[in-house]
Nanobody, 121 residues
Framework: QVQLVESGGGLVQPGGSLRLSCVASGNIFRINAMGWHRQAPGKERELVATITSDGGTSYADSVKGRFQISRDNAKNTMYLQMNSLKADDTAVYYC???????????????WGQGTQVTVSS
C-alpha cells in the first residue's frame, strides 16, 4: 500500500504565504510525476501545478509567478510554496503522485486527504 500525507494548510491574510508539504510512504519502487490540485466551494477540482521526477514543472495560469512546486526525492516529499495569496486561492488542496510499487511494478495515481487553505482578512 502507498499513502500520501499532507500538511501546512491554514488561515492566512491576503498577500501572505504558506508552504504545503506532501510525504509519500509505503511499498514504493519509484515516484514518477507529482502534482497539486485544488477544489474551491461550488467549483470543480482544478490542476494547480505538476513536477516530473527530474524536476520539470508546469503551472496553471492563475498561479504562475506566485506559486512554486518542488520535490526532494531522497525524502519522498513534495512542496508547494504559495506567495502573494488571494481570496480566490481559498480551496482544499490535494497532493497526488504517480507511483510504481515494488511488487508487480503496477503504476497508479494516489491522492492525499486534502488540506484546507483559507485566504481572508
Amino acid at each position: 500500500q502507498v499513502q500520501l500525507v499532507e500538511s501546512g494548510g491554514g488561515l492566512v491574510q491576503p498577500g501572505g504565504s504558506l508552504r504545503l508539504s506532501c510525504v509519500a510512504s509505503g511499498n514504493i519502487f519509484r515516484i514518477n510525476a507529482m502534482g497539486w490540485h485544488r477544489q474551491a466551494p461550488g467549483k470543480e477540482r482544478e490542476l494547480v501545478a505538476t513536477i516530473t521526477s527530474d524536476g520539470g514543472t508546469s503551472y496553471a495560469d492563475s498561479v504562475k509567478g506566485r506559486f512554486q512546486i518542488s520535490r526532494d526525492n531522497a525524502k519522498n516529499t513534495m512542496y508547494l510554496q504559495m506567495n502573494s495569496l488571494k481570496a480566490d486561492d481559498t480551496a482544499v488542496y490535494y497532493c497526488n503522485a504517480d507511483v510504481t510499487r515494488t511488487l508487480g511494478f503496477i503504476t497508479r495515481t494516489y491522492w492525499g486527504q486534502g488540506t484546507q487553505v483559507t485566504v481572508s482578512s
